[in-house]
């Protein structure tokens, strides 16, 4: 197997690798994935894209050819890229965007990561018009695969009629309120406009009798929190964003929202029935003044369908009387949301690599977000907002300015091998789910709405979970609250940290960890791998 140099030296560590190549050919299709006819943004004229499989350790290549007539990159969610981060794209930062009919290409390991993970452009509002895909990271030595047979991946989304990047132009100027979705997809396939009979399409997922499955569910939204549900079916939870669960947790419905992600085991009936609904609700969307507005279609069905042994069956659709049989239980977690917009109950298995660091030594940052006059025009943190440069990167800056750390608006620097506690305290209405590039993080306080702020004095009358903190990458700060997260420098590099509802990263609602400068260089410059980093980019 031919590497070059940067493939061997990421490769170090790896243990008889495999190497997954592919081609993404970045272009705009035509579909009809709910009935309505569109341009969609797709890989090699796929919707939904390519789906990723590959086991921990193995390395990853992909070639991207960028057809369009605008800048683009990828954004792997979730993986870690340690000493890798010129591979996280996000342009500005990290990578200069690639330009039209411009070649970059991945290449990054998976390390000792595994689970349900996803990747997606990170320009402008790119993936909501369909650039975006699935990533799952097989474990070698799965600790709950002897409790099911064989799995399926339920990817979730929201969908608009209109293309984003025509939306996008009156969010920004004059500035109006973000665009509510019209309706929702499950695996790239919705009903609008139609009656739930044979006349409306739908994914099945199927099961057969006498067994458990395993479901990763992935809310791949630009906008918006999603209710799942498997009619009259319980879920046993396992997983959330790449670290496993003690299983301890079963429920009737699971809340995501953009960029979580979970995998449930399903286990079969033994009642007559053959199929089942599976369904993706919208939650209302919520503007100022307690006011909301929902999508015109709400709903998106899928079929839970019946198999034997031999996987034999007769094609059933689900009674249209069933349909209704769970709503309201989908009404209550909505309502729930309200109050708490994550899945609650979350304790990890009782690994080492979960347990949450503790010490005498513990460094509290806080950072304050708000919307400007409460309007869509930008965002704050601390008074401040974060603007990427337009010709350079952060990353080019670090490593060939003559500066020990970056002077940048909203670029915090943090050493290594510290233990942080961040607190985000959310002055907005609205629920922000929150995604740290390069880490997964321990969430040791979470508010619900309207429990107000926390500071550097006043967590010390918080009391943190310090014993069984869910440790997750994307996580959800309630409105007119606070989320405190603990997280170790244990991966130095520049890391974003960002609103996934994309419309709020649009108008920045965003900041970046500098963390261990001085290693990032020395590692760089050591391993001549600084000609991965431009030092200016094409604009």
């Known amino acids: ?7 061997a030296l990421i490769c170090i560590c790896c243990v008889s690798a495999n190497v997954y190549n592919g081609n993404f050919r970045i272009n705009w299709s035509h579909g009809s994935p709910d009935g309505y006819s569109r341009a969609i943004l797709s890989i090699n004229n796929e919707y939904p894209c390519p789906t990723i499989i590959v086991t921990e350790g193995d390395l990853i290549n992909i070639t991207v050819r960028n057809e369009l007539n605008e800048s683009t990159s990828i954004h792997w969610h979730g993986l870690n890229q340690h000493e890798n981060v010129h591979m996280d794209g996000v342009p500005g930062v990290t990578q200069c965007p690639i330009r039209p009919n411009q070649t ?43 409790f099911y047979d064989d799995e399926q991946i339920i990817e979730l989304t929201d969908w608009y009629h209109i ?34 009979d044979e006349t409306c399409s739908f994914y099945r997922a199927t099961i057969r009798n006498g067994t458990t499955k395993r479901f990763r569910i992935i809310n791949t939204s630009v906008y918006a929190q999603i209710t799942f549900s498997i009619d009259q079916h319980e879920m046993r939870l396992i997983e959330v964003d ?15 929202n953009p960029g979580q992600r979970y995998s449930i085991l399903v286990t079969t009936k033994t009642n007559s029935s053959r199929s089942y609904w599976i369904r993706s609700t919208l939650h209302p969307f919520i503007y100022p003044h307690h006011q909301y507005n929902t999508s015109i279609q709400p709903n998106a069905s899928a079929i839970l369908q019946y198999v034997d042994q031999d996987n034999q069956t007769e094609t059933i659709l689900p009674s249209i009387e069933s349909f209704f049989n769970d709503q309201f239980r989908i009404n209550q977690s909505i309502e729930d949301a309200r109050q708490f917009s ?16 503790t010490g005498d030594s513990i460094t509290t940052l806080t950072f304050n977000s708000q919307f400007e006059d409460y309007q869509p025009h ?31 608006p909203m670029v915090i620097q943090i050493e290594n091998k510290k233990i942080y506690d961040v607190i985000i305290n959310n002055i907005d209405y609205a629920p922000h789910p929150f995604h740290l590039h390069g ?24 009391t943190l979970n310090t ?50 400068p001085q290693l990032i260089k020395q590692f760089y410059f050591n391993h001549n791998l600084t000609n991965y980093v431009p030092f200016q980019c094409q604009i």
């Open 1 to 7: 197997m031919k590497m070059n140099f940067y493939v």
């Open 104 to 146: 970059f290409v991945y290449q990054m390991s998976t390390e000792n990561q595994s689970g349900t993970y996803w990747y997606h452009s990170h320009s402008s509002i790119q993936y909501g018009d369909g650039l975006k895909g699935i990533l799952i990271i097989q474990h070698r030595n799965d600790p709950w695969k002897q």
């Open 163 to 196: 293309p984003l990047n025509i939306l996008i132009k009156p969010y920004l100027d004059p500035g109006e309120f973000e665009s509510v979705p019209v309706t929702g997809l499950i695996n790239g396939i919705g009903q609008f406009n139609c009656t739930l």
């Open 242 to 256: 790449g670290t496993y669960l003690d299983g301890n947790q079963w429920t009737r419905t699971l809340l995501l």
């Open 342 to 357: 994550d899945q609650m109950n979350l304790i990890a298995m009782n690994r080492s690599e979960y347990q949450v660091p």
């Open 378 to 408: 930008g965002v704050y943190f601390n008074n401040q907002t974060f603007v990427q440069p337009i010709n350079r990167t952060l990353l080019s800056l670090l490593l060939y300015d003559n500066s020990s750390q970056l002077s940048w």
């Open 439 to 462: 880490h997964h993080v321990w969430i040791v306080g979470q508010g619900r709405s309207n429990d107000g702020y926390l500071n550097e004095t006043t967590i010390h009358n918080v």
């Open 467 to 516: 014993t069984n903190a869910i440790y997750r990458d994307t996580f959800t700060v309630n409105p007119y609250s606070y989320l405190v997260f603990r997280f170790l420098t244990t991966n130095p590099g520049i890391w974003i940290i960002h609103c996934h509802n994309d419309w709020h990263l649009q108008v920045r609602m965003a900041f970046v960890f500098n963390e261990s």
